[in-house]
C-alpha cells in the first residue's frame, strides 16, 4: 500500500512538472530529459509510468481534463443561482490580486491548434474533454433559465459552445496583447448575453 502511495505521488509529480512546462512552452518546445530534470526522476521511472513523450502527453492531457470537470462539477453542485455561478466561473479566467485566472493555465488555450496536428490520441483528450464541458454549461444555461437568473435560449448547447469558442479566443487575444482586455470585453459581452430578459 505504502509502495503504491509512493508510485502514485511520482507519476503526480511528474505530471504536475510537465504540466507546468508545458503551460509555459509549449509541447513540442518541452524536451523529456528537462522534465526529468527538473521533476527529480530518472529516466528509467519515466518509462515505467508512460510508454513514450506522446503517451505522457495523454496522460498530461486526461489529467488535465479530469481535474477541470471536478471543478467546474463542484461549482454546478455548489449554493447559490446558475446565473451566479456562471458569472463566478467567467469571472475565474481573468486574473485577480496576483493570482493567475483559468486563461492563463489553459491547456486547451495552449495546445489545442498543436496537438490537433501532432497527436490524434492527444487531439482526442481534448476535444472529448471541451465537448463534455459544453454539456455541463449548456446544463447551468438550462437551471438559469428555471430559476429566472439567465435568460431562455432555444439551444442552450449551441450557446453554450459560442461562448466557449468567444473565451477561448479571447484567451489567446489576452496572450497576443499581454493584457486582459479581450477577457474583460468577453466578460462585457457575455454578462449582456445571458442576462434574463425583461418585461415591459
Same mark, same amino acid.
Given at each position: 500500500?505504502?509502495?503504491?502511495?509512493?508510485?502514485?505521488?511520482?507519476?503526480?509529480?511528474?505530471?504536475?512538472?510537465?504540466?507546468? #512546462? +508545458? =503551460? $509555459?512552452? @509549449?509541447?513540442?518546445?518541452?524536451? *523529456? /530529459?528537462?522534465?526529468?530534470?527538473?521533476?527529480?526522476?530518472?529516466?528509467?521511472?519515466?518509462?515505467?509510468?508512460?510508454?513514450?513523450?506522446?503517451?505522457?502527453?495523454?496522460?498530461?492531457?486526461?489529467?488535465?481534463?479530469?481535474?477541470?470537470?471536478?471543478?467546474?462539477?463542484?461549482?454546478?453542485?455548489?449554493?447559490?443561482?446558475?446565473?451566479?455561478?456562471?458569472?463566478?466561473?467567467?469571472?475565474?479566467?481573468?486574473?485577480?490580486?496576483?493570482?493567475?485566472?483559468?486563461?492563463?493555465?489553459? #491547456? +486547451? =488555450? $495552449?495546445? @489545442?491548434?498543436?496537438?490537433?496536428? *501532432? /497527436?490524434?490520441?492527444?487531439?482526442?483528450?481534448?476535444?472529448?474533454?471541451?465537448?463534455?464541458?459544453?454539456?455541463?454549461?449548456?446544463?447551468?444555461?438550462?437551471?438559469?433559465?428555471?430559476?429566472?437568473?439567465?435568460?431562455?435560449?432555444?439551444?442552450?448547447?449551441?450557446?453554450?459552445?459560442?461562448?466557449?469558442?468567444?473565451?477561448?479566443?479571447?484567451?489567446?487575444?489576452?496572450?497576443?496583447?499581454?493584457?486582459?482586455?479581450?477577457?474583460?470585453?468577453?466578460?462585457?459581452?457575455?454578462?449582456?448575453?445571458?442576462?434574463?430578459?425583461?418585461?415591459?
Amino acid at each position: 500500500m505504502t509502495e503504491q502511495t509512493k508510485s502514485d505521488q511520482t507519476r503526480h509529480k511528474i505530471l504536475e512538472t510537465g504540466r507546468r #512546462l +508545458v =503551460v $509555459k512552452h @509549449g509541447f513540442g518546445g518541452v524536451g *523529456l /530529459s528537462r522534465i526529468l530534470t527538473e521533476s527529480a526522476v530518472p529516466k528509467g521511472s519515466f518509462y515505467y509510468y508512460f510508454a513514450s513523450k506522446e503517451a505522457f502527453g495523454e496522460a498530461l492531457l486526461q489529467d488535465y481534463v479530469d481535474g477541470y470537470l471536478t471543478r467546474i462539477d463542484a461549482l454546478i453542485g455548489g449554493p447559490g443561482s446558475a446565473g451566479a455561478k456562471l458569472t463566478s466561473f467567467w469571472n475565474a479566467w481573468l486574473a485577480h490580486s496576483g493570482t493567475e485566472g483559468i486563461a492563463t493555465q489553459c #491547456l +486547451v =488555450v $495552449k495546445l @489545442g491548434a498543436e496537438v490537433a496536428d *501532432l /497527436s490524434d490520441g492527444m487531439r482526442q483528450i481534448l476535444n472529448d474533454g471541451v465537448d463534455q464541458f459544453v454539456q455541463r454549461l449548456a446544463t447551468l444555461l438550462r437551471a438559469g433559465a428555471e430559476d429566472g437568473s439567465v435568460r431562455v435560449f432555444d439551444d442552450p448547447e449551441a450557446t453554450a459552445q459560442t461562448l466557449y469558442a468567444t473565451w477561448l479566443g479571447a484567451a489567446i487575444l489576452a496572450k497576443l496583447a499581454q493584457n486582459q482586455t479581450p477577457l474583460e470585453r468577453a466578460l462585457a459581452e457575455t454578462v449582456r448575453i445571458l442576462a434574463p430578459q425583461t418585461t415591459s
